[in-house]
């Protein structure tokens, strides 16, 4: 069955201090992995699509990575603003368009 | 320009009547995405239209709910007796041709009490 786990459920930090997100997967042939930002009563925010083990991307604070097992969402030295629900999707390689989500993690960045 | 627009941001309904919500896609997006989310849980994926047409309608969870879209556009999600259990954030989406980037609308929060 395919699954999406993301790691911590939440996630304290003060401006400055990097850390990074996990996601682990397990899916029958992935096509791509997702991460979107979410705020609070706000739909998600696309950030990043990874497609193959070893490929990374970068946005502003923000880097992701993937390996055959899980991806990485590294935040460097952030700021308050990032403060957000990151979520974690998956798309198999049989379907063009559905996405199965992780549950997120809920970063807080204090000043 | 403009993005995915959902409408109401929030229904509050009583146990058993009927909602329909309503979402306005990007211009020029063929595929529309429906998707709920519950409290403390992950994105659940409903329903996927290309165009008007609804070839994956494995997530709708009991045949109270179904899905419209019409002109290749506006799409609505109805719901049937709604049940305490309904109550969650209905997310749509819309993807340009070619294209597995989902852009999300902000969301109708539905309250059923």
């Known amino acids: 069955e395919d699954q999406v786990t993301q790691s911590p459920e939440a996630l304290r930090l003060q401006e400055g201090e990097s850390s990074s997100l996990n996601c682990s997967y397990t899916v029958s042939g992935l096509r791509g992995l997702f991460w979107y930002r979410q705020d609070p009563g706000k739909g998600p925010e696309f950030l990043f699509t990874?497609?193959?083990a070893g490929e990374e991307k970068e946005k502003e604070r923000l880097k992701a990575t993937l390996t055959k097992k899980e991806s990485f969402l590294h935040i460097t030295a952030p700021k308050p603003e990032d403060s957000a629900t990151y979520l974690c999707?998956?798309?198999?390689?049989?379907?063009?368009?559905?996405?199965?989500f992780g549950s997120g993690t809920r970063l807080l960045v204090r000043p | 320009g403009a993005g995915v627009s959902q409408s109401p941001s929030n229904k509050v309904t009583e146990k058993g009547k009927d909602v329909e919500l309503r979402c306005d896609p990007i211009s020029g997006h063929t595929a529309l995405y429906w998707y709920r989310q519950s409290l403390g849980q992950g994105l659940e994926f409903l329903i996927y239209?290309?165009?008007?047409?609804?070839?994956?309608k494995s997530g709708l969870p009991s045949d109270r709910f179904s899905a419209e879209r019409t002109g290749g556009s506006v799409s609505t999600l109805t719901i049937q007796r709604t049940q305490q259990e309904d109550s969650a954030v209905y997310l749509c989406a819309s993807s340009p041709p070619g294209s597995t980037e989902a852009f999300f609308g902000q969301g109708t929060r539905l309250t059923v009490v």
């Open positions: 999707a998956v798309q198999r390689m049989d379907s063009s368009y559905k996405l199965i």
């Open positions: 990874l497609y193959s």
């Open positions: 239209f290309q165009g008007n047409s609804a070839p994956d």
